[in-house]
């Protein structure tokens, strides 16, 4: 398996550009997070799926930020319109047995 | 109070030592503690889980301690390829699972 893979690597745009992040979990996990992290902030959970049903997003900053899972394979996280203090580096990961399993993360700077 | 905190360090130890890291969470009903390791720019990748008897994985030792609601790490015998962030992770389970990261320690092991 290739483990979970998210696209792109990084991103740079300009303030209220609309962002589209994505993210592929591992075949057969049932539960898929996304995170955001910062050097000020760490690692905040944003959204939470299972069973590609949204569970809980209380992390979801604002209505600028939406999430959608429309299959087991795929997620996607969109930020609209992006502002220069949504630059982060986002992670998905899908969950085993308790165990997370991280991607390789999107780097995401909003000039 | 924050749900889980750790002191963010940073620690810097000379190789062959000892280091411990302590981790501290609000929530008594909490279920399931987890440490994870990220390097520089890198997504965050498990460690190891703690149980409520202890359990040690090679030169890294973890304890949980429920009635003072604290979980360690221990490491021994410190390589270079040690140096990291160490994130506590805990976990308990509502009407969904809960899962909050601790702002993690890092860890700079020197020559």
């Known amino acids: 398996d290739a483990g979970v893979i998210q696209s792109p690597r990084h991103e740079v745009t300009e303030m209220g550009q609309e962002v589209t992040l994505r993210c592929k979990p591992i075949s057969g996990h049932n539960s898929l997070f996304w995170y955001r992290q910062t050097m000020m902030r760490g690692l905040e959970l944003l959204i939470y799926?299972?069973?590609?049903?949204?569970?809980?997003d209380s992390g979801m900053p604002e209505d600028r930020f939406s999430a959608k899972m429309p299959n087991a394979s795929f997620s996607t996280l969109k930020i609209q319109p992006s502002e220069p203090r949504d630059s982060a580096v986002y992670f998905c990961?899908?969950?085993?047995?308790?165990?997370?399993?991280f991607g390789p993360g999107t780097r995401l700077t909003v000039l | 109070r924050k749900e889980v905190e750790q002191d963010p360090g940073p620690f810097n130890v000379p190789e062959g030592a000892t280091v411990a890291f302590n981790c501290t969470y609000s929530n008594s009903a909490s279920q399931s503690f987890f440490w994870y390791r990220q390097d520089c720019r890198k997504e965050p990748k498990l460690l190891m889980s703690v149980y409520s008897s202890g359990n040690e994985d090679g030169r890294f030792t973890a304890q949980l301690n429920r009635a003072s609601q604290y979980i360690s790490l221990l490491i021994r015998d410190s390589k270079l390829s040690d140096s990291a962030t160490y994130l506590c992770?805990?976990?308990?389970?509502?009407?969904?699972?809960?899962?909050?990261f601790g702002p993690g320690t890092s860890l700079s092991v020197i020559p």
């Open positions: 992770v805990v976990n308990w389970k509502t009407s969904y699972d809960k899962v909050i």
């Open positions: 990961a899908s969950v085993d047995y308790n165990e997370q399993f």
């Open positions: 799926f299972n069973n590609n049903v949204p569970i809980d």
